[in-house]
């Protein structure tokens, strides 16, 4: 069997969940079948791997009609594929016409649903309604849909009620526990501005609505005045966000120390040697379908502090592995708290009680790194993948 697999993340170009998923899903298919990754971006060195650009035409154009000139440029080359698999909206509409092209099954793995980003419009403009439509009829069309989580599937069956649900199958996301691992390093925190000796707080994500930064931003000042608050927090979605990230950092650092902003992308050395000296780890998502960051951080030996939203209970055992932080949210598509201050107030009080018990932060910790071993590995993710490509691929489906 030939699968082909397109993305518009792949090494060495990656800055998120989805990218860190097709890395590693690649990687473990490739041990049992043929995989050929069809990649935006530039050019790869890898084997039975092709990259695509922007065509020259649309250098000017809206950020998603470059996005459709790219999948436009994949098409051709699926052909002899027994499956196309594609991940995010970006690679839906190769993954859709290929599949039309050539009469084989289109599974999508869904990574975040545009309907439940209606920000992306302060970015995208237009070119969110186009992403949104792209979205919908790849999904329509599709032979399978990959939720990473329950959570996940429940938002594709509200966001899309004319699909089968016999066709949104749960597979999970996986972490690599030799990879990301406990890592003592405390000359390096030293270097990075983080005391080693004092509670820490650490956020690792992008500067996006979906992260939630500001509602932790604003929880940070109720916290003991000695823990520290590590972000390490990039790649802002809009002028707009970066600017109230940044006035809430500075109001932070105006009032208390120990506010430590890392807004480079950080090696996995130095991630994991910062995860594995937090207290915790905080997840403030308000949308976040299962959170890989959160496997990151457990496999590090971290507690994990999690928003009660999409996938992220699944992962995160409440009173186990960590906490989980209650909401009540806007069904608008936005994730919205309805009552934001109580979001606020919950997220501080639940962060001051695990940094005020290194004991049992610690045990939360242990527990993580084995539950992310145990449950969540690569390999079992392959496998239930390959069986699913096997069932779309088979006469008579």
Known sequence: MRVDI?????????YGGAGVH???LVKALRAAIEVQVRAFGGPRDEEDTANYGVPAELAAANGAIQTLGTDLAIVSDVAGADVV???TWYANFAGHLSSLLHGIPHVITAHSLEPLRPWKAEQLGGG??????????AYEGAAAIVAVSNGMRDDILRSYPALDPAKVRVIYNGIDTQAWHPVQDDALLAEMGIDPTRPSVVFVGRITRQKGLPYLLRAAERLPEDVQLVLCAGAPDTPQILAEVEDLVKGLQATREGVVWIDRLLPRHELCAILTAATTFVCPSVYEPLGIVNLEAM???AAVVGTGTGGIPEVVVDGETGRIVPIDQMQD???????????????????????????RAAAYGEAGRRRASEEFSWQRIAEQTEALYAEVAAPGR
């Open 6 to 14: 397109v993305t518009k993340e792949y090494p060495p170009e990656i």
């Open 22 to 24: 097709v890395t590693e």
């Open 85 to 87: 698999h594609s991940h």
């Open 128 to 137: 969110y309604a186009v992403s949104s439509y792209i979205e919908k009829t």
């Open 299 to 301: 496999a590090c030996g």
């Open 333 to 359: 598509g936005t994730g919205t708290p309805i009552d934001p201050e109580r979001f606020v107030a919950d997220l501080a009080a639940v962060l001051t009680e695990v940094v005020s018990d290194p004991e």
